[in-house]
């Protein structure tokens, strides 16, 4: 398969571990399968709310096609916790953006204004409002205007895919996900 990343991003993964915010250890590369990082925006955003919902209805099915996912948001790590905690998968705190900036994960305001981006909002937020997610803090250490980004990185630390949002809602969906990492086996 022609590697399809962005010029953005790196090539290759030199072998780190992250902390996540229950204080996991987690390399990557994992030497064992393949690793999804996901950029979010910030805790508690009805959008990333959403999406991450998918990925906890299959999960199974991902960890089955060996794929661990590391889900990164520019939050402080206290604020994060409480969002995240019954997330299946590590979350890992990121509020000044340094692990976003060596990816070139960015922000604008695009997030928000492209039209294709407001169904999620307003279905994430009345689903806020409902109670079915946590509210996030009215400010936010790394502002609202978040671009999400997705990238599959191999055994060997190759980045073997990596998808850069044009707006908020715009990230790999788990099929998306699972078919990449099919074309990798």
């Known amino acids: 398969m022609a590697r399809t990343t962005s010029p953005r991003a790196p090539e290759t993964i030199d072998p780190t571990q992250f902390h996540s915010v229950t204080g996991e ?18 805790a508690g955003c009805p959008i990333c709310n959403l999406h991450l919902q998918s ?18 948001f520019h939050s402080p790590a206290t604020e994060l916790a409480h969002h995240t905690a019954d997330l299946p998968f590590a979350t890992v705190a990121d509020p ?43 400010t936010q250490t790394g502002g609202r205007l978040g671009l999400p980004a997705d990238f599959l990185i191999g055994p060997d630390g190759v980045v073997l895919a990596a998808k850069y949002g044009a707006h908020a809602d715009d990230q790999w969906s788990v099929d998306d996900l699972l078919a990449r990492a099919a074309v990798q086996r």
């Open 25 to 42: 250890h987690i390399p990557v590369p994992d030497p064992h399968g393949l690793v999804h990082l996901q950029f979010r925006r910030f």
């Open 55 to 72: 990925f906890v209805a299959r999960h199974a099915e991902l960890s089955a096609a060996g794929i661990r996912e590391v889900v990164f």
């Open 96 to 138: 000044d953006k340094t692990v976003y900036r060596q990816f070139g994960v960015e922000s604008g305001r695009r997030a928000l204004l492209d039209p294709r981006s407001w169904p999620a909002i307003i279905r994430g937020t009345v689903l806020t409002l409902r109670g079915r997610f946590r509210a996030p803090a009215l």
